[in-house]
């Protein structure tokens, strides 16, 4: 007997997986359909609410995570108890390290976060097992290293003004990666508080650029979070490039 579930369009794809919005462009693209049906059995989906913790920093990694939808801010706290925010994640960014035992941040849910979890030896079998599935995780680590090196630049050397452009366009940009149109609307994932640590600057500051960019009709505001960009290249001059 066949196991395998399928819908009206008789697909050999986990119902799971037919309505997965990420699984193309995350590392479950570079599954066959039998490997979907084997990481499927293992798979829990769930909605968690905004300023959710999802995993401790310093604590044992049991499972691992594709971000279906939503954003998830990475923190690292230090040892006076001070706390940085690191990093941010989008779907279909996978959430955690293999092959270590304890996580190495902190990630909590900035908005209302979709997201597919397996257990840790779960995916660090098959890993080892598929080297198309080591390679897909290669290529996402990377492209982060990559973003990461871009942030480092907005943090060190541009002017406050550009570092909040940098951060509005980062939203638009990552939280929609298929927009095609040359405007998007959208609301902060974050709060002003939030947004000034991830940038190193006070929130007097941010709110200041904010209005600042409001003014020039580069970004227009409306109750505090939605933000409309009407135009996505005159944002991208804004923030530098």
């Given at each position: 007997m066949d196991i395998r579930r399928k819908d009206v369009h008789n697909s050999d794809l986990p119902i799971l997986c037919q309505a997965c919005e990420s699984r193309?462009?995350?590392?479950?693209?570079?599954?066959?359909?039998d490997q979907l049906l084997q990481l499927s059995k293992h798979s829990n989906r769930r909605t968690v609410e905004p300023d959710t913790e999802l995993v401790g920093e310093s604590t044992q990694t049991k499972s691992y995570?594709?971000?279906?939808?939503?954003?998830?801010?990475?923190?690292?706290?230090m040892a006076d108890g001070r706390q940085q925010i690191?990093?941010?994640q989008f779907a279909p960014d996978f959430?955690?390290?293999?092959?270590?035992?304890?996580?190495?941040?902190?990630?909590?849910t900035a908005t209302e976060v979709n997201v597919c979890?397996?257990?840790?030896?779960?995916?660090?079998?098959?890993?080892?097992?598929?080297?198309?599935?080591?390679?897909?995780?290669?290529?996402?680590?990377?492209?982060?290293?990559?973003?990461a090196r871009n942030w480092?630049?907005?943090?060190?050397?541009k002017s406050a003004a550009e570092k909040v452009a940098s951060f509005v366009l980062l939203i638009a940009t990552h939280a929609f990666p298929d927009n095609d149109s040359d405007s998007v609307a959208f609301d902060l994932p974050m709060s002003r508080?939030?947004?000034a640590d991830f940038l190193?600057?006070?929130?007097?500051?941010?709110?200041?650029?904010?209005?600042?960019?409001?003014?020039?009709?580069?970004?227009?505001?409306?109750?505090?979070?939605?933000?409309?960009?009407?135009?996505?290249?005159?944002?991208?001059?804004?923030?530098?490039?």
């Open positions: 193309h462009r995350g590392v479950c693209g570079a599954l066959t359909s995570s594709n971000i279906i939808s939503g954003v998830v801010k990475l923190s690292k706290m690191v990093g941010l959430l955690g390290r293999p092959f270590r035992k304890e996580n190495g941040v902190t990630a909590e979890s397996f257990p840790k030896n779960v995916i660090e079998r098959m890993i080892s097992e598929m080297p198309e599935l080591e390679h897909k995780l290669l290529e996402q680590t990377l492209d982060e290293l990559d973003e480092m630049l907005t943090l060190g050397r508080v939030d947004i190193g600057l006070t929130m007097e500051t941010v709110s200041r650029q904010l209005t600042k960019l409001r003014k020039e009709d580069v970004i227009r505001i409306a109750n505090n979070r939605h933000v409309v960009v009407p135009d996505l290249n005159h944002l991208s001059e804004r923030a530098g490039f």
